[in-house]
């Protein structure tokens, strides 16, 4: 049998919303109508975002990989631990509150400008990644390291850890890579068109658990070679807003799909998957 063309799969692909939207955002952001100062706002606010969203999650990767033993943060005691929660609790609660109604009109006017509502996507990825980033980047580590895996343990353990991370990956792109990455809102205006959401996420991770992206985030934060106090502050706190904050988001969804919502909360499980008997 001749093997599929790369027109083949390209044509697959655009069958797949999760991709189609992607790729019109690409092809439409790839040809832009005139008009240098907003394509120069629209290129100079995506190249940021993304470059801090890539050391956002490069530092996160590092930063856990060796249970927060190893950061710049240089607060002196009994200072640090202040500076640490105050670290941890700033991402959530300003996460958490860009993404009420209040906090989309705040977003909407951070970019002055006509644009400013429609680069509210970028604006978030950007400040949540500058936020993440500050996080790992400025941790004060506290010196005391209770366990580091060794041997069959360290491999077992590290290969874990990159699947949670390859996990994180897929859910967000089930999800909608496109606002995930931030992109929508910098592409969107570069194309001079309105921003387009993706519909709600039913396919990929989101067939098994309503909550991916959260589970697998809290995957990430169990599954590191290196055990700190730190580490266990982290992952105790993080885990509880991964569990807690989707409640906030499902109501969201309930009042954006109505029935489509309550149709899909019925079946698939939040953060468990449901196993199936053999035979079934």
Not at 160 to 169: F, M
Not at 180 to 206: E, H, K
Request: hydrophobic share 55%.
């Amino acid at each position: 049998m001749p093997r599929p063309s790369l027109s083949h799969y390209l044509a697959q692909a655009g069958d797949d919303p999760r991709f189609a939207g992607l790729l019109r955002l690409i092809r439409a952001a790839a040809r832009p109508p005139a008009g240098a100062g907003r394509i120069a706002l629209a290129l100079s606010l995506g190249v940021a975002t993304h470059l801090v969203f890539a050391a956002a999650v490069l530092a996160m990767i590092v930063a856990m990989f060796f249970g927060l033993s190893e950061s710049f943060g240089r607060v002196p005691q009994p200072w640090a631990w202040a500076a640490n929660l105050a670290l941890i609790v700033q991402f959530p609660l300003a996460h958490s509150l860009f993404l009420t109604a209040r906090g989309r009109r705040v977003l909407a006017r951070l970019v002055p400008g006509p644009h400013g509502a429609a680069l509210a996507t970028t604006t978030y990825a950007l400040i949540a990644s500058a936020q993440l980033l500050a996080l790992f980047a400025l941790w004060t580590p506290s010196g005391i390291v209770w366990w580091r895996a060794e041997g069959w343990a360290f491999g077992a353990i590290c290969a874990a850890y990159a699947g949670a991370w390859l996990v994180l990956l897929k859910a967000s792109f089930d999800a909608g890579a496109e606002v995930q990455s931030g992109a929508l809102g910098w592409m969107s205006v570069m194309a001079r068109i309105a921003p387009r959401f993706p519909d709600m996420p039913t396919r990929g991770l989101f067939r098994l658990i309503r909550q991916p992206i959260y589970v697998a985030f809290a995957l990430t934060l169990w599954t590191v070679p290196v055990w700190t106090p730190d580490q266990l502050l982290l992952a105790t706190s993080y885990t509880a807003y991964c569990l807690l904050a989707p409640h906030l988001k499902e109501r969201r969804f309930a009042a954006r799909y109505g029935p489509r919502f309550a149709a899909y909360r019925a079946q698939v499980p939040y953060a468990l998957p449901r196993l199936r008997r053999a035979g079934k």
